[in-house]
């Protein structure tokens, strides 16, 4: 090894030498041949590839597209369009506007909205009043508040025909949006004179509504408010137009859209033809709805029943006066082989609105109109000399009512006045009386009427009056008031109105003026009434023909009265002999102004007997008609 080095040591020595030499001589030199030592080729070692596995992927199911459609429904606003009370002067927990906050809210969702409307939106609060009959130069505040709100449609309920043909006319012009009555029919054609449904499209779904509404409305109103105009059948109606809309319209989903109650029984028997509240027997007995909008009766309402093929249709239905809504919700799923909706679920609800703030978009834009009513409402239109109220008319002969008989005998020169107390709770305190009084005393916009009656077919008017409004007391703990009771003989406490269910509203407690006559209820039903003399002093003959003033609800057969006393419908038109242009809350208006200061009197010209049964049977009923209080 060492000699290998030394060698090599001189071998590089000589070559340096070589190459300085070389730099002054070209002279040349033999190439040395080193030594080399064999070298053996490197092996290099190659890992075989590694392949990493191929993951295998099952296929991804395609998960169908949903659609969520919430359908809202409002009904029997009964203009309580602001959160306040015109009437009493005060702030109310509830309105249209809360609704409209309420729909924001459900709009911004990933959903689509549907909003609807069930009827009666032209009668009750004073700003409705105000707009029908007082400004009429000035957009009408209810189509102007429901096309802000975007309304889809609206049906029609029998206090919007009430209004009368200028009033609702002007609405429908107004309206962006349509109302819908498919039993609404002209006489002539047998067509219906308005939209029967119309077709509502969200986000690829296709949506039909149906409306109908109660045909009771002849039963209430006179015909001049809807001339040329008849109401048919629910039931019939929608038979017929379901199966139109299925072929035409080819919808995802059918709603009902209807101005009348679910129950069947309240003003008749389930089988009748012409049923007011036939909303659930429709769904019963009508197949293709799956939702359907129940109104009228002022019901919080959420149900489901069978079709006639076993289908599932759901019921709701909203509180009156924005209290509530009806809300639907509907899921869809897209089928790709269809290519198109298949409905999948179909649920209902009721919202209450008391925790929605009003919309303060609407309360700010409207504040000039809710400021010109309240001044309207808080005009002076007379005084009054003492307190009267409502509760002295539920127990017998009262100034209350006696004010309304006076003003309706003084209108039409009739010799006998009929009327109720309109209000159950109401009072007019002494001292200046304002506009928003008469709505106290007098709700309704009913006309006023005079007809010919017998004094036979009044006697039996009386007695069915007085069937229904007193019980028969067998003993001093009986109640004076005849209550209706369930099944097993208990009283029906309604927590809608805070109060025991009588077995006929108070606004059909008629009592008349003109004739002096008592009631003994220890009689029983038909037995009770004994009339002595007219109240002028002549005597009162079954077989004569009077003069009645009486109001267009009645004179049209509302309560049953007139035919509990044999006249019939067909009959009734031919008894009438007048009929006032205006209602009568205006002519009660008239006579404040014209008097200036109204003294309220009781002329006793009846009297409920033996008294002091009838004091004990007070004392019983009081608690149950006004808890509390």
Not at 127 to 146: K, L
Not at 234 to 243: D, G, L, N, R, S
Not at 360 to 374: A, T
Request: with cysteine.
């Amino acid at each position: 090894m060492k000699k290998r080095l030394l060698i090599l040591m001189v071998a590089t020595f000589t070559v340096l030498a070589l190459v300085l030499v070389g730099c002054t001589s070209t002279k040349a030199v033999k190439p040395i041949t080193p030594v080399v030592e064999e070298v053996k080729p490197l092996e290099v070692v190659v890992e075989p590839e590694v392949v990493p596995p191929v993951a295998v992927v099952e296929p991804v199911a395609v998960v169908p597209e949903t659609k969520v459609v919430k359908l809202i429904s409002t009904s029997d606003i009964h203009g309580s369009i602001f959160p306040f009370d015109f009437i009493r002067n005060i702030e109310a927990e509830t309105s249209q506007l809360q609704v409209a906050s309420y729909v924001k809210q459900e709009r911004a969702k990933d959903q689509a909205v549907v909003l609807l409307d069930n009827g009666d939106v032209l009668q009750g609060q004073p700003i409705v009043y105000y707009y029908n009959f007082v400004q009429t130069e000035a957009p009408h505040i209810v189509p102007a508040i429901m096309n802000e709100m975007h309304y889809d449609a609206s049906s029609v309920g029998n206090h919007d025909i009430e209004a009368g043909p200028e009033v609702y006319l002007r609405v429908l012009d107004e309206a962006n949006y349509p109302y819908v009555a498919a039993n609404a029919v002209s006489i002539a054609t047998g067509e219906p004179v308005i939209d029967p449904y119309a077709i509502i499209e969200r986000d690829g779904i296709r949506i039909a509504v149906l409306g109908l509404t109660t045909p009771y409305i002849p039963k209430w109103l006179p015909q001049n408010l809807y001339e040329g105009v008849r109401f048919e059948d629910m039931i019939e109606t929608a038979a017929k137009w379901v199966p139109i809309i299925q072929e035409r319209e080819k919808p995802h989903l059918i709603v009902g859209l209807f101005h009348a109650g679910v129950d069947e029984t309240y003003s008749g028997t389930a089988d009748e033809k012409y049923n007011e509240n036939a909303s659930k027997l429709v769904a019963q007995q009508v197949e293709g709805f799956d939702v359907i909008f129940s109104g009228h009766d002022h019901q919080d309402t959420n149900m489901v029943v069978q079709s006639p093929s076993g289908k599932e249709v759901v019921i709701v239905g909203a509180l009156n006066a924005g209290r509530s809504v009806a809300v639907a919700t509907a899921t869809f799923t897209y089928d790709e082989v269809s290519k198109s909706y298949t409905k999948q679920t179909v649920s209902g609800e009721t919202v209450m609105m008391n925790t929605y703030e009003a919309d303060g978009e609407l309360l700010k834009k409207y504040q000039g109109q809710k400021d010109e009513v309240k001044g309207w409402v808080s005009r002076q239109v007379g005084t009054i000399s003492e307190t009267i109220s409502s509760r002295d008319s539920i127990f017998g002969d009262s100034k209350f009512v006696d004010l309304i008989h006076a003003i309706q005998l003084e209108k039409t020169g009739a010799d006998i006045s009929i009327s109720a107390p309109l209000s159950l709770d109401a009072t007019i305190k002494k001292g200046p009386v304002y506009v928003r009084d008469m709505f106290s005393l007098y709700p309704y916009e009913n006309l006023l009427f005079s007809m010919e009656m017998t004094g036979q077919e009044l006697k039996a008017f009386l007695e069915y009056s007085y069937a229904n409004w007193f019980n028969q007391m067998k003993s001093l703990d009986d109640d004076l008031i005849n209550f209706k009771r369930d099944a097993e003989g208990k009283l029906i406490f309604n927590t809608r109105y805070n109060t025991y269910d009588t077995a006929t509203r108070y606004y059909n407690y008629d009592s008349f003026a003109g004739i002096n006559y008592v009631v003994d209820i220890t009689k029983p039903a038909g037995q009770r009434v004994t009339i002595k003399a007219m109240s002028s002093g002549e005597p009162f003959l079954l077989d004569k023909v009077y003069k009645v003033a009486i109001n267009s609800y009645r004179a049209q057969g509302g309560g049953g009265h007139l035919a509990a006393a044999g006249i019939s419908g067909d009959e009734t038109l031919k008894r009438i002999l007048s009929s006032t242009d205006k209602d009568l809350r205006y002519y009660l208006m008239e006579a404040f102004e014209t008097k200036g200061e109204i003294v309220p009197t009781v002329d006793n010209n009846w009297l409920v007997i033996p008294n002091l049964w009838v004091q004990r049977g007070i004392k019983n009923s009081y608690p149950k008609l006004y808890p509390n209080k």
